[in-house]
């Protein structure tokens, strides 16, 4: 009960040996959204505890059913092993919502999951958007008489967050319902650790970038951002109990740097749903589509909610597709590298996190041997856009793809068994405790975070 009280808004998923259990209203609510049996636990002369369970090993997507329902979901497991002497000790590892879903089967490939957090004030609004199962965040500030009109509202459909959350002043605003939640369907969430003051704002931030790349963004200059983003962080660390190592890539949106594209311009030239029976397959999108890889879908989609309006850099893209246009064999070489890489951006999410194993580090390392082999295959060219790839690729990063080929067997008999490779006996103790208890941080982690491998790749 004591850790309901601390979790009061969320539904509590208790684990209990092999199954994870919803006791009094949250198992209610349990039965209800997922359709399972709602039984009971007898508690002496104040009658019966109602409860509800599910298998833990098909957990994710019970917990993906009930946080599309709007529920938040607090993952509480069991720290130490049962003994007789001792009562179990558990606590909450995870908290899921709608923005912080990681789990593959319950997201679309192709698209981005983002939750949005606003910070505000009299004369600006600060927001941030971000996709913790990719890395991304968004910055930007909103100006002008109507803060939470048309400005916001381009915000709106540009990203498409699932989710938002704001101070727990502000959720009361009707104003923030009226625009939230009424026009835009979003989940709204209060977050009650909300922090103003700026010192500590900057401790956050400076948990995830150095002061180099802080003093990029400015964010001094915007002191609503700087509110908005430090929540944003704290939002992140909150849920996933700890820190995101591979959150990296915090860039400013800026509208002069792109067209905005409201929800009537959206509809009316069908660039994500058919008008009429709202189908994606009738779609623009679903025409321009030739993406090998659930990055690149995800890219395409922003580019077209946020057309760039720079000659310079729509000539650079149109620069790439001239020579690709030109050079057949290289196109098919490109193309055909592409369709064997893995979704690196959300695998190295799961891990970073503590919730990957052994199958997603393969998987990592093989993305990134061919994205090696990529970078190799590209020619030195007039394209400054595949200079700077060829340029920015990491030695570290093959050499994490090594570790990781020596750290961890493939054994074919019958069906594929990834476990800890044989002679790895230095540290494999560490790494497979990692994925037992899915906490961080993993074997691989550690050295990749003493090579300083940027996760980000």
């Known amino acids: 009960m004591q850790i309901k009280r601390e979790y009061e808004d969320c539904l509590l998923f208790f684990r209990l040996g092999d199954f994870y259990e919803l006791f009094l209203e949250d198992a209610k609510i349990g039965a209800n959204v997922l359709g399972i049996t709602l039984t009971a636990r007898p508690r002496g002369k104040d009658g019966d505890i109602p409860m509800a369970g599910v298998p833990y090993h098909a957990a994710e997507g019970y917990i993906a059913k009930l946080v599309s329902a709007g529920y938040k979901v607090a993952i509480c497991e069991q720290i130490t092993q049962p003994n007789t002497k001792e009562i179990v000790h558990r606590e909450v590892v995870r908290i ?11 997201l679309r490939p192709k698209e981005h999951n983002f939750f949005l957090v606003m910070a505000p004030g009299q004369h600006a609004c600060g927001v941030v958007v971000v996709d913790i199962g990719t890395g991304d965040i968004r910055l930007a500030q909103l100006e002008g008489e109507d803060l939470l009109g048309n400005s916001l509202r381009s915000f709106l459909d540009t990203f498409h967050p699932v989710e938002c959350i704001v101070s ?38 400076n948990t995830y970038i150095n002061e180099g790349e802080y003093s990029q963004l400015r964010l001094d200059e915007s002191p609503r951002v700087l509110e908005a983003l430090g ?76 057309p760039l309006v720079s000659v310079v850099e729509i000539q ?91 750290t961890i067997s493939i054994d074919n008999s019958g069906s594929v068994d990834y476990s800890i490779a044989s002679g790895s006996t230095e540290s494999s103790t560490p790494f497979a405790h990692s994925f037992r208890r899915r906490r961080k941080p993993s074997l691989i982690l550690s050295v990749a975070k003493r090579k300083k491998v940027d996760w980000a790749l």
């Open 168 to 205: 727990p002043d502000w959720y009361s605003d009707p104003t923030i319902i009226e625009r939230i939640v009424k026009e835009r369907s979003i989940n709204l969430f209060p977050y009650d650790a909300w922090v103003s003051d700026k010192t500590n704002l900057q401790e956050i931030i």
């Open 96 to 106: 899921v919502t709608p923005g912080t879903l990681i789990d593959e089967s319950s």
């Open 316 to 406: 650079e893209r149109h620069d790439v597709v001239d020579i690709l246009l030109k050079k057949p064999l290289l196109r098919k070489t490109v193309r055909k590298t592409l369709s064997q890489l893995y979704d690196l951006e959300r695998l190295v999410s799961r891990v970073s996190l503590g919730y990957g194993g052994p199958k997603d580090l393969i998987n990592i390392s093989l993305t990134v041997g061919k994205i090696q082999e990529l970078f190799s295959a590209l020619p030195k060219s007039e394209s400054a856009t595949i200079n700077r790839l060829v340029a920015n690729s990491s030695p570290e990063a093959s050499q994490l793809a090594v570790l990781i080929g020596k």
């Open 231 to 306: 929540n944003a962080l704290s939002y992140v660390t909150h849920t996933q109990k700890g820190t995101a190592p591979h959150i990296k890539k915090i860039s400013w949106h800026s509208s002069a740097d792109h067209m905005g594209l409201d929800s009537a311009t959206i509809n009316n030239l069908e660039l994500f749903e058919h008008a009429r029976d709202r189908s994606t397959k009738r779609s623009l999108v679903s025409l321009l589509d030739e993406t090998m890889t659930a990055m690149g879908g995800r890219l395409l989609r922003q580019w077209v909610r946020a």
